[in-house]
């Protein structure tokens, strides 16, 4: 027995004859033409690889829904890039055949969403160069053929989204690869399929193992190559009870969160963009406790229009349909930089210009912000917070810009909502500490615990060197916890908690006993949360 450990990227357990997975190669010799042959092959190659991922997204549609057919619009939009295609062109009249100039361009590209800090655009290499590959093989006549003849579980280098999706998910149990990220659209793709899944096994990972029973524990993130009979025994056990749990939450749809005892909670989503809120809805989330706008701002070369973001914010109001939406206005800096805001490099970025400190820095910015928010405002029920704070004259400062923008709004005839609730996010022992005097300002709060965390326990929490000192249960943010929630009650207004804390099941009953009247989680959390909710006295 082997037993391998990696990160599980989507939970749940599968059981079965491993495969492993490997690309068609059957390929058809071209030969190289004049500049502006290459050039037209490219052209030819490019749309049929938009047909190919047009297929997929409905494909994707109908068997997963619109976050899952946006990953494939999104790889179609990066293969008619502009930019892209203006280097692939440049490439071609150089003299570089078609093939070879998309895999440069896509390697260049690739490079650029690397550099940057941010982990999730960091992911969007292996987006670019799944778009490049797949041009490639068209130019080279290559085949795609791969399908599996029986239940089983893969095993491969890596997965792209769309060799996921191409898998006959009746007879895909799982996957587990040896590279892979938890942000990758990959990862996400096996969430939002409901395939259990393991990525970053590293070289261990054999396609000897091939042909061999495995066991693949997408909770504890372990595969297991040829199981004595006790573990096989344990895993049938587990698998059969972690079905039947996961099959029994759905009958908490439409059910209140509420203790035995009637003490009420808000179950909200945490969401990254539009795109998300269909899984908010399939959850049963009663509304979107943090929509982080920074996928706005982030990997491109100018700050995005008021229209834009006015779209993108409307959007996902509308689907809601009245349900709540907090948006945290743009949260850059530190880790999620945006180079054409010119920001200086610095020493520790996490104790730098950033969130709102950022915001004000550059008014006019906040402001085009501001004025998408407020003019969505009336497709729906908004409220708007702003990270970073560490002192009373901040928010006051970002209120006054509110109220520019609504004159401004008034003035030229533009409707808006003018109860637009407006709410801070604490997470800096500052802000905490002064809880008191910041809840008679503001109309909510909403913990971030993760930076919290961080600049309590004066641990970064990206330096996995020192994770174990990355204590959420201190009894140091505990007390901090306790004593917002005290502050934001004798002022009168509400206190979620929107950090990872948040679906933390063994602090349920201290949020429940401190007064947290909100817990915004993942979508996938909400009904176990709900379980666990219902469940205490």
């Known amino acids: 027995m082997i037993e391998l450990h990696g990160t599980g990227v989507s939970s749940g357990i599968a059981i079965g004859q491993m495969v492993a997975f490997s690309e068609g190669k059957e390929t058809v010799s071209r030969n190289i033409g004049t500049p502006e042959q290459e050039w037209n092959d490219f052209l030819s190659a490019q749309e049929i690889t938009c047909a190919e991922l047009s297929h997929l997204a409905e494909k994707a549609r109908k ?151 495995g066991i693949l524990d997408g909770i504890e993130g372990k595969l297991i190559i040829e199981p004595d009979t006790e573990t096989l025994t344990y895993y049938n056990e587990t698998k059969a009870a972690f079905d039947a749990e996961k099959a029994g939450l759905s009958a908490l749809i439409g059910k209140e969160t509420v203790t035995k005892s009637g003490k009420r909670t808000k179950l909200y989503c945490n969401i990254g963009s539009p795109s998300d809120v269909d899984k908010v809805l399939s959850n049963d989330g009663e509304g979107i406790g943090l929509f982080r706008s920074e996928f706005l701002f982030l990997g491109r070369d100018s700050a995005p229009t008021e229209d834009e973001q006015f779209e993108a914010y409307k959007s996902v109001l509308e689907k809601m349909d009245g349900k709540p939406v907090i948006v945290r206005t743009m949260d850059i800096g530190a880790d999620k930089k945006a180079d054409y ?110 930076d919290l965390t961080q600049y309590t326990l004066a641990c970064d929490r990206q330096n996995g060197s020192i994770a174990p000192h990355l204590d959420p249960h201190h009894p140091a943010i505990l007390s901090l916890l306790k004593m917002i929630a005290e502050n934001a009650h004798q002022a009168g207004i509400p206190v979620g908690i929107c950090g990872e804390l948040g679906a933390d099941e063994s602090l349920t009953e201290f949020f429940l006993a401190i007064g947290i009247d909100e817990l915004s989680v993942s979508p996938s959390c909400v009904l176990p949360l709900r379980k666990n909710i219902r469940n205490q006295a």
């Open 63 to 213: 068997d997963a829904g619109d976050e899952a057919a946006l990953l494939f619009e999104t790889h179609c939009e990066m293969a008619q890039d502009p930019d892209f295609c203006d280097c692939i062109k440049e490439l071609t009249d150089s003299g570089k055949d078609a093939v070879s100039a998309v895999m440069e361009a896509g390697e260049q590209f690739a490079a650029m969403f690397e550099s940057m800090d941010d982990a999730y655009t960091k992911e969007r290499a292996a987006d670019i160069r799944d778009v490049a590959s797949r041009i490639c093989r068209i130019l080279r006549g290559e085949s795609e053929d791969f399908a599996l003849s029986a239940p089983s579980v893969v095993i491969a280098e890596d997965l792209s989204p769309s060799q996921t999706m191409q898998l006959d998910k009746s007879l895909l149990l799982g996957f587990a690869t040896r590279k892979g990220s938890p942000v990758s659209h990959t990862a996400i793709l096996s969430r939002i399929l409901g395939i259990p899944a393991i990525v970053g096994l590293g070289d261990k990972l054999l396609s000897d193992f091939a042909g061999k029973c």
């Open 341 to 450: 805001l010119g920001l200086s490099d610095e020493e520790n970025p996490a104790l730098g210009l950033r969130g709102l400190r950022l915001s004000l820095e550059h008014p006019d910015w906040f402001k085009r912000q501001l004025r998408a928010l407020y003019r969505a405002s009336v497709y729906g029920n908004l409220s708007v917070m702003f990270p970073m704070v560490a002192n009373v004259w901040e928010v006051e400062k970002a209120k006054d810009l509110c109220r520019e923008v609504q004159i401004e709004l008034k003035m030229s005839g533009i409707p808006y909502c003018n109860t637009v609730k407006l709410g801070i996010m604490i997470e800096t022992p500052a802000a905490a500490l002064i809880s008191g005097e910041l809840a008679k300002i503001v109309d909510f709060f909403s913990v971030g615990t993760n």
